[in-house]
């Protein structure tokens, strides 16, 4: 089966939780979670969540779990936290939840924000993607950028592909 044929069978909506991670924003001031929310929508897949929660690893731990817990829930989409400050803990608590990593993701998100968006402050980006279970999860930096960028180029176009995989010996 060819690739564009084997992602074509993949399906379509999916059932997505995002989380956004943060100590200082709310739902009125966090652009990037909206911004993630409308680009699901809009591809015509469903939000079935949406938290903000405080750079704290038991908290960010517990919410994707959580989702990962849940049947209904395809995907856990993190943005935020994933710095080099001692309060950026997203990366660490998502590598413990990830039964299989995508190193891939963080690679190719890193050399697009370098070619693309922030040049050599690229090295600061912490980007990981993966799947635990049955669910996939990508964690994107908190700028609006850097979460434009993961979606656009790498989350949107192979979601639908990556749930198929993880869905095709059920």
């Known amino acids: 089966m060819a690739v564009e044929e084997h992602k074509a069978s993949a399906g379509n909506s999916i059932s997505c939780l995002v989380l956004t991670v943060s100590d200082t924003r709310t739902e009125e001031t966090d652009k990037s979670g909206k911004l ?6 809009k591809e015509g897949h469903s939000v079935g969540e949406y938290h903000i929660v405080k750079d704290e ?3 960010i731990h517990d919410y994707v779990k959580r989702g990962v817990d849940d049947p209904k829930i395809e995907a856990v989409l993190i943005n935020g936290g994933t710095g080099v400050a001692k309060r950026d803990v997203t990366i660490e608590v998502i590598e413990k939840i990830l039964d299989k990593e995508m190193p891939g993701f963080g690679e190719i998100f890193r050399m697009l924000s370098y070619k693309e968006d922030i040049g050599s402050a690229a090295i600061l980006s912490r980007a990981i993607a993966g799947v635990s279970g049955r669910t996939a999860i990508f964690s994107t930096p908190g700028s609006s950028g850097a979460v434009k960028l993961a979606m656009d180029r790498l989350i949107l176009p192979e979601l639908p592909h990556i749930i198929g995989e993880l869905n095709k010996d059920k």
Do not use: A, G
């Not at 993630?36 to 929508?41: A, E, N, Q, Y």
């Open 36 to 41: 993630m929310i409308d680009t699901l929508t």
């Open 57 to 59: 690893q038991s908290q």
